[in-house]
């Protein structure tokens, strides 16, 4: 269950006959007999004002020029893979390809550097019971779609930061959500 100061709460009941799953956000109630990620799915599917996961990947120019399509494919499926096939549609994937000269390491331009990855998602995800594992799956597996595109070498260099926002802190159509509602 998501601490009590969050607007998104799971719960999970076990009855003997079947699994029932809630997800709670914003005075509305989603229920679904079956995998968690349904009524996480019916949550998110009517809540718009819900901020979708967003992939930013940063690789030297020259080493992702002409990769694009295949890095794409790579880090949404990545998150499909934690998540489930439902959130493919959502994931949002931005490349920045950084010019020569661009990336420094000590104060030293460097002539090659291991993609980076940052993943934004709502910071409610950090306080469910099983944050530990959602965290190493990402990770895991952000990890093995780098090195399925850039190559095995780099596995070891690759960064992976998993950014939690608070919906308070975030923006849509120029307004600022929170609790469920935009304001200006």
Request: a negative charge; hydrophobic letters at 45%; proline letters at 5%.
């Amino acid at each position: 269950m998501v601490a009590p100061r969050s607007p998104l709460v799971l719960s999970l009941a076990h009855p003997p006959a079947h699994r029932t799953i809630a997800a709670t956000s914003m005075n509305r109630r989603y229920s679904a007999d079956g995998h968690p990620d349904e009524a996480l799915r019916l949550l998110l599917a009517d809540t718009k004002e819900l901020s979708m996961p967003h992939v930013t990947l940063y690789a030297l120019d020259e080493e992702l020029a002409g990769r694009e399509p295949v890095v794409l494919t790579e880090l949404t499926s990545a998150v499909v893979s934690v998540y489930g096939e439902w959130i493919r549609s959502s994931v949002d994937v931005r490349l920045i390809g950084i010019p020569a000269g661009r990336w420094a390491r000590g104060g030293v331009t460097v002539a090659s550097a291991a993609p980076a990855v940052t993943f934004g998602m709502r910071e409610e995800v950090f306080a469910r019971e099983d944050a530990a594992r959602v965290v190493a799956q990402l990770v895991s597996a952000f990890t093995d779609a780098v090195a399925a595109v850039f190559g095995d070498e780099c596995r070891d260099e690759v960064l992976v930061e998993l950014v939690g926002q608070p919906t308070s802190r975030s923006g849509l159509g120029g307004k600022v959500l929170g609790n469920g509602s935009a304001t200006d």
